[in-house]
């Protein structure tokens, strides 16, 4: 049954890589938005350190 084979093997084959690929976009997803959130932190705090720098 060679045809079976190829079909079950192109499914197997298929199946690995779009997990791959999902588990891929979600870990990057994931530390994109811990990145987003640390540059916001960061942010902040630069923006009161400004502030208190040139309070006359």
Do not use: C, V
């Not at 588990?23 to 932190?41: A, G, H, K, S, V």
């Amino acid at each position: 049954m060679p045809q079976l084979d190829l079909t079950w093997f192109l499914f197997n084959f298929i199946l690995a890589w779009s997990f791959i690929f999902l588990i891929n976009i979600i870990l990057t997803n994931q530390n994109w938005f811990n990145n987003n959130e640390d540059n916001n932190i960061i942010t902040k705090t630069n923006q009161k350190k400004n502030n208190q720098q040139w309070n006359w």
